[in-house]
């Protein structure tokens, strides 16, 4: 028998919308499979979904799918030694040899093997040309009032947009506020979890909530380390927040500081070797890197035992699609150079002295916050990305468009949290100020869709207080279909009643 061919691209789309009769499944071993969500679809690297969840047998699996044409695949492709695929729960391919051995992860355990072909709905041709229908469809996403939106004046959508940026804001300080209660807390060594239930007089049931006053919040520590991981979860790009704010909550400024925040070589084997990004040595290739790593991992081994955190692994991290200058590892050295100027004695004091001087213009403002972002890598950076990869002609360094969004999305926020707690007007309204005149920051994928389908040249982003609004409109109104909700869709609602009403008239 000829063996049936789908591209893996289309095979993903067979197995997002499950183009396969889903009732009678078993693995190759003779298990029952039920799918319970198949996942989101992955484009960056590592496992092609992720978040499924998938009941083998008797046991629900929560983790990741991976696709392939043949069961071979795995091997070849060389998941076995990719940490990445460590959460594989169910590995489904096209076909398979029944009398292959299973596949394994990095971690040496076994995957369950789903083969899709006989249990797909239609003839394999009817399935291709469905999955490429699939794929078409998902490339011409669009918000839903794409083609209805043309009549909404520019100031309504502008407006919109403006009240979206500053609710977005919001909900960046609120979200920090929650992190430095719990930062006040683990200082205290209060453990925040749910009050009990109570019987008996009301007079001896504690508050819900526990009330924090200025004083709480006085320790200048509290703000550097929340700015700390502000700073750390924005090096993160799109594709590696999680991880560095993990790494940020785990390898405490503190400890770094503890160890020397003038001594790269310390800070930097700390937080590489708590990422797990100190590679091994057999992989490096360069002598000079060699030597360099040797002494990161002997500083690691060293000061290993006095760190009671979190280690992270190398598949946590994302370099699939990235420009070497966005790495994590790039990203990682960047912040151990940038510490001893941003945290030095008076580092946060200094932060909020720009803010304090009514003598500096937003432009002036923006600019002195823009230099804290400066540094000056050592030798071994200037030349490298990565520690396992040969040199290059250039190395690691943060750009204009990077340090813009460091200054918006991280060190404002932590500036006006800190304005609202101790009630200092003048540094909310120069924060302010600041804010509403911030220069366009590096457009994505979002402001360019809403460019195309929303604005349609009536309207330019000017300011990214507008590409922030513009986001949120798309992730909390287009994304959930929430257009009763949206200026936008309330304007065309009213106006199709209008025109009915008219033509019913």
């Not at 506020?177 to 001896?204: A, N």
């Not at 520590?221 to 993990?246: D, H």
Request: hydrophobic residues 40%; charged residues 25%.
């Amino acid at each position: 028998m000829n063996t049936p061919h789908i591209p893996e691209r289309f095979l993903r789309q067979v197995w997002q919308h499950q183009r396969f009769g889903a009732g009678n499944l078993h693995t190759s071993d003779g298990r029952k499979v039920e799918i319970l969500l198949p996942g989101t679809p992955n484009s960056d690297g590592g496992p092609d979904f992720t978040g499924a969840r998938i009941r083998i047998g008797n046991i629900t699996f929560y983790g990741d799918v991976e696709l392939h044409q043949n069961a071979q695949e795995w091997e070849s492709h060389l998941h076995q030694s990719d940490q990445h695929y460590n959460k594989v729960i169910l590995h489904v391919v096209l076909t398979a040899d029944p009398l292959a051995p299973p596949s394994r992860t990095a971690s040496k355990r076994f995957l369950p093997l789903l083969v899709l072909h006989p249990y797909l709905d239609d003839t394999l041709r009817a399935t291709w040309m469905r999955a490429i229908s699939d794929e078409r469809s998902e490339q011409q996403k669009t918000i839903a009032c794409h083609t209805l939106n043309n009549g909404i004046p520019a100031d309504v959508i502008g407006s919109w947009i403006r009240r979206l940026a500053h609710e977005r804001i919001e909900m960046k300080i609120r979200r920090y506020e929650e992190r430095l209660k719990e930062l006040v807390d683990e200082q205290k060594l209060i453990i925040r979890e749910p009050y009990p239930r109570y019987y008996g007089s009301p007079d001896e049931i504690p508050p819900p909530t526990k009330e924090y006053g200025r004083r709480d919040f006085a320790d200048k520590m509290l703000w550097e380390q929340l700015l700390y991981e502000a700073i750390m979860e924005g090096l993160g790009y799109s594709k590696n927040t999680e991880p560095f704010l993990l790494l940020g909550q785990s390898m405490r400024l503190n400890m770094l500081r503890q160890n020397g925040l003038s001594s790269t070589d310390t800070v930097m084997a700390l937080l590489f070797g708590a990422a797990g990004l100190l590679p091994s040595e057999r992989t490096v290739a360069n002598k000079h890197a060699r030597v360099y790593l040797r002494t990161l991992q002997r500083q690691w081994k060293e000061l290993r035992q006095l760190y009671k955190g979190r280690v992270l692994q190398a598949g946590d991290w994302l370099f699939f699609r990235l420009r070497p200058s966005n790495f994590p590892t790039a990203r990682l050295a960047s912040m151990c150079f940038l510490l001893p100027a941003l945290f030095a004695e008076e580092g946060f004091r200094n932060v909020v002295g720009l803010f304090k001087n009514d003598a500096l213009s937003s432009k002036q403002r923006l600019e002195s916050c823009r230099q804290l972002f400066r540094f000056e890598p050592d030798e071994f950076w200037r030349h490298h990305y990565r520690l396992d990869k040969p040199p290059a002609a250039t190395g690691v360094s943060l750009g204009l468009e990077r340090v813009n969004d460091l200054v918006a999305n991280g060190l404002l926020p932590v500036v006006l949290l800190y304005a609202r707690l101790f009630k200092d007007q003048a540094v909310r309204e120069n924060a302010h100020n600041m804010l509403e005149s911030f220069p366009l920051l590096q457009g994505n994928s979002i402001t360019r869709l809403l460019d195309r389908q929303l604005l349609k040249e009536k309207l330019m982003f000017r300011s990214a207080l507008e590409q922030l609004g513009a986001i949120h409109l798309f992730k909390f109104f287009c994304v959930p279909d929430r257009c009763s909700e949206c200026e936008i869709g309330t304007r065309l609602r009213l106006g199709a009643r209008e025109q009915s009403r008219r033509d019913f008239a």
